[in-house]
Each structure stands twice: as C-alpha cells, then as structure tokens.
C-alpha cells in the first residue's frame, strides 16, 4: 500500500509538473518585498522579476509589465498558493499559476520579445472587487449595480481609482528608481485576467500618458452589464499611441463575455484604432476562466506587446 501511494503521489507530481510548464526553464531572478507600504490601499506584498542577464548589463534599461494577482503569476516559495495543502487543487485545475517567469524566459531566449522586467502585485483577499472594479463608471453613472458579482462588495466600497494612484503615484516611481527601466509610455505596461483585465483597462483610460499598452485576458464585463464599456465610449484615449489586446474563451464564466467584448471592439473602432494594428481581440474556442488557460496563451499578448 505505502509502495502504491508513493506511486501514486509521484504521478499527481509528474502530471502538475508537465501540465504546469515544467519543461520551461526559469532564467532571472527574484526581488520579493514584503509587504510593499501604501498611502492609497492596504500594504500588500510586490514581487519584481528581473531577466536573465540583468544583473551583468549594467548600461541595459528595460520595459516594464506590471501585472496583477501577483501570488497567481509564479511558482515560488513566497506565494500562499505554493504551499503544500494546495498541491493536489494545483493538479486538479491544471495548475494555480501564469508561470510568467517561465514564460517570459523562454520567449527572450528564442527572442521573440525584448527582455522585459515583471512586477507582480498580490491581491488583498476580499478585497479584489473593490479593486479591480472600474469606479468612475459604477459611480459617476446610475448603473443599478448593487454588488459586485457574488461578493459582498457594493459600489460604494469601490476603491479602484486609489489602485491606480497607488500604481502610478507610488509603485511605479518606487520602481522607477531602484531599477534600470525605460520610463517612458511606450515601455510600459499593465496587464490581468477577470477583473485584472478590467482594472487594466481602466488604467490606460484614466493614466493613457503612463501606460502606453494593456494585455486584458478573459476581461469580465459583466458586472454592470458593461457599464464602464458605455463609459470608455467618452473616455478612451484616440489610437496612434497605445497598444491593446483582448481575449476571451467560451466556456466557464468566459462563456457569457463574447457580446461584452464585441461592444468594447466597437468603441476601440470608433477611436480609431485597427484591428491587427494598435489592437487585437482574440477568441480562444475552448477554453475556460482559468490560469491554466491564460497560461497556455500568454505568449500573444507578450509577443504584441514586447515582440521585436
């Protein structure tokens, strides 16, 4: 029986090691802070990801991706989500992690995309929806939201727009500073999932001289029923200067987003943007509201926004 179980364990091991990206390599390094201090929003851990090489290319500066749900986007020690007890979730849901690191590593060796720095910004439990929800378009507007999805969230709790000044006042600086980044718009970027897809796309609309392009994989449009669509109609940069890139899946809580998405295509149009340009939406048939998913095609949004 001891025997069988050993088996067994090291087949749940093998499966979520290959299903995971285990046969990507992890270049770079890590610097981890814990937690990172905020006049604007509770302290929360940061994680930034340095590429190979950053270290012995002294005169080198580099883009920067910011991300959200940081303890999703790596396999490492520090994010709760690593921990033994979640091992068996981890295998059952194809793996809990992005595996940026891994990614992002593999795309620079075969130089698809320029090498580039991650920060990673962990969520504060119960707290995402007040986050990550748009504010100006549930608040300024009579939307008749009265939660935010299934959580105990209303409106009123909304704080994004402290996210953001939080992001863009005291991160983003912070970064700025202690690492060799190039500052400017067109380097640098924001990107998430659900509603990290949502408060990504917030932030190009309300910072379009900071972050100059957003990745907004399986972007959850439902809550108001895309109220802050109707309100990027006026308030959405013109196209000439900004990169963006949509996607969706069809199954899971994506199944009901494509309707969303075609609308927030239509106000891209109406911007001037062109599809395959400054802008692309792709629909993955298939797929579910997962970080296997977005793990499996995160090399698109990448390779648009970093690609040489």
Request: proline content about 7%; hydrophobic content about 35%.
């Amino acid at each position: 029986m001891l025997f069988a179980g050993a088996v067994f364990l090291g087949f749940i091991f093998f499966l979520n090691y290959s299903e995971s990206g285990g046969m990507d390599k992890s270049d770079g390094s890590f610097v981890f802070y814990k937690p990172f201090p905020s006049k604007f929003v509770i302290p929360r851990p940061v994680d930034v990801w340095l590429p190979e090489g950053y270290d012995d290319n002294s005169d080198n500066h580099y883009p920067v991706v910011y991300m959200h749900d940081g303890q999703l986007l790596f396999d490492k020690p520090s994010s709760p989500m690593a921990k033994f007890w979640y091992r068996p979730f981890d295998w059952y849901v194809g793996g809990m992690f992005w595996e940026v690191d891994k990614i992002m590593s593999r795309l620079i060796r075969e130089q698809q995309i320029r090498p580039a720095i991650v920060v990673s910004i962990w969520f504060i439990p119960n707290r995402r929806g007040a986050e990550f929800m748009p504010q100006k378009p549930i608040t300024m507007v009579e939307t008749g939201l009265e939660r935010i999805g299934d959580s105990d969230v209303t409106p009123d709790d909304v704080i994004s727009d402290n996210y953001l000044k939080f992001l863009t006042e005291e991160l983003k600086p912070f970064v700025d500073k202690n690492f060799r980044t190039l500052t400017d718009r067109d380097n640098t970027f924001v990107m998430g999932s659900s509603m990290g897809g949502s408060i990504s796309a917030y932030a190009i609309s309300e910072y379009p001289d900071i972050f100059g392009g957003a990745a907004c994989l399986s972007t959850d449009w439902t809550h108001g029923k895309g109220a802050e669509i109707d309100w990027y109609k006026k308030h959405w940069p013109g196209a000439g200067s900004h990169r963006l890139y949509f996607d969706y899946g069809t199954e899971t809580w994506d199944a009901p987003f494509e309707p969303y998405q075609n609308r927030m295509d239509n106000v891209l149009r109406e911007h001037g943007y062109i599809e395959g340009e400054d802008w692309v939406t792709r629909k993955f048939d298939g797929a579910d509201h997962s970080p296997r998913a977005w793990r499996e095609r995160l090399h698109v949004p990448l390779t648009f926004l970093l690609g040489n």
